[in-house]
């Protein structure tokens, strides 16, 4: 394929959604004979509100707006894959498509741990999004996966919060919790006292219930209800841990052979919504939290003084982790630096 028709290349892959807004209306009928279906392993579980919310809804717009020569056929969490499972299995070509935490890749990509969302940065939706589509985060991102054959868009910018089944009202509180958790937020949280590990999705629910983990974070209000973590961890914590970010990684091998209208179809479909999704969660995490407080009981309730100072210090050192990295991880970090100066954060 020539670089002038593969649009999204290696490098085009790299192009903010501000090009791939503008691109021109799918021209069905000029491609009339080819039909796509595309594999797409989600690290949501099906009951997860993005599932249905977000990879769900891709699927039927990208089915509508190609008149039905584009599907995506979906896999909930674990049906192939799960957890740091799916970026090989698309990066080899077994599906063409996932979801994923960046928390997942720490290893694959230097910039995996700042697209994850640095704990303790950024404050509103807008800030991490700018960073991400205008300031050129997600090209440095891509750059690092491109050397595995992927791609990658950012899916929404979401809240982390954590749940938790106990009180806490102390840093020795905080000490004796054994917590779920992932990326730089298990740094985060271990370094205010407590212990962390990793449960998957579909095993999140019976881990809160049976005692293997005090606490978790699924998302925030959405993932809890979403995931009924509230039925087994009443106290749902402020302030916001910090925003993070979903991604939706694809096979370069297989947008490489997508025809020039499907893929300006794809990516455009994918960039919008981005934009939307954030939107959406915002809304949607203010009426989650007001049915948890009307319905199921829950308390809302702020980390003790002692345990934020914890987590402020913790934030500044992995900034420090992040740009020791090199590369365009030490780009990306001072970048992120700058701005947070620039709104009087640090």
Known sequence: MTKETNLISRRGALAGGAAALAAPAFIGKAAAAEKVTWKVQSHWPKASSSYGDSLALIAEELKANTDGQFELQLFGAGE??????????????????????????????????????????????????????????????????????????????????????????????????????????????????????????PELYSSLASGVVDGAHWGAAQGAMSMSLWEVAKFHMKPTLGLAVDTLIMNQQAVDNLSPDLRKEFFALLDMRFWKRTTEY?????????????????????????????????????????????????KATEMLVSFLKGMGYV
């Open 80 to 201: 192939f894959a799960k957890g740091g499972e799916i970026f090989n299995i698309v990066r080899k070509g077994v599906v063409e498509m996932g979801t994923i935490s960046p928390g997942y890749i720490l290893g694959e990509a230097p910039t995996a741990g700042l697209a994850l969302g640095v704990p303790g940065t950024f404050r509103e939706p807008w800030e991490f999004a700018h960073y991400l589509k205008n300031m050129g985060f997600e090209d440095m991102f891509n750059e690092d996966l491109a050397v595995h054959g992927v791609v990658s868009r950012a899916e929404k910018v979401y809240p982390t919060e954590l749940v938790v089944s106990k009180p806490i009202n102390s840093v020795a509180d905080f000490s004796t919790l054994k917590l779920r958790s992932s990326g730089s937020y298990q740094k985060f949280l271990e370094a205010a006292g407590a212990s962390t590990q990793n449960v998957a999705g």
């Open 282 to 330: 915002q809304y949607k995490e203010k009426l989650a939290l007001s049915k948890g407080l009307a319905e199921q009981n829950i308390t809302v309730a702020e980390f003790p003084a002692d345990v934020q100072a914890k987590f402020s210090e913790a934030s500044a050192a992995i900034l420090i982790e992040e740009s020791a990295k090199g590369g365009n991880a030490t």
